[in-house]
């Protein structure tokens, strides 16, 4: 990975000395564990975008994608090339990231979550005042409905094409472009004018966190192998 490009982010293309997604699979199911490491430090920036997207936590995300990868890593045998590697990893951490949304609403307690919507709501306002953009950014973004969220944030932010977002929220591109318009036109008008070239700098996961991240599913990983020796 270049020393100037961020930690768990995809690469644009795949040079002479890089190996294709494909390659790496292959490699990894021919026994190469730790090679698995190549694709999550290529897509660990998209895999806790797409997560946070869906639950609005970094906490929440950061263990959601942990828990998509070993999904991910357990079902490579069945990964058939018909969609592209990144296509098929987003749809199991969007999956996954939607069971444990899911979840997590039917588990908390109603009115413990009223209070902390209404602790949230009267903070807003003044956080808005003092916080980084970044931040109002990520707030604007997440307070959309969550078909809507998910989709500007695959689409726009993590910089998908409109195909390729369809192909991993497995609906039309025409839905795309409506959800797309839809939450644009949701969020405030002025954040959208001012801020809007600054969207792919939100939702950043870091060194230091991609490098947690790794380290437990290749544990996972090498225990899995371990097990079956």
Known sequence: MSETRPAGTASESVTATTPSDEDVVERVRA????????????????????????????????????????????????????????????????????ERDRLRRRTIDPAAARGATTEAARSAEQQALDEELRRALERAVGELPEVFRTTLVLRAVEGLSTAETAECQEISEETVRTRLHRARELLRHDIEERFGARLRDCFTF?????????????????????RER
């Open 206 to 226: 870091g060194a230091e966190r991609c490098d947690r991240v790794v380290a437990a599913v290749l544990a996972h990983a090498r225990a899995n192998v371990a």
């Open 31 to 98: 026994g190469d564990v730790e090679l698995f490491e190549v694709l999550m430090r290529r897509y660990n920036q998209r895999v806790y975008r797409a997560a946070r997207a869906v639950l609005r936590d970094d906490h929440e995300a950061e263990e959601a994608m942990q828990e998509a990868w070993v999904r991910a890593y357990t079902k490579l045998a069945s990964f058939a090339g018909r969609a592209r590697f990144s296509t098929w990893l987003t749809r199991i951490v969007l999956n996954h990231a939607i």
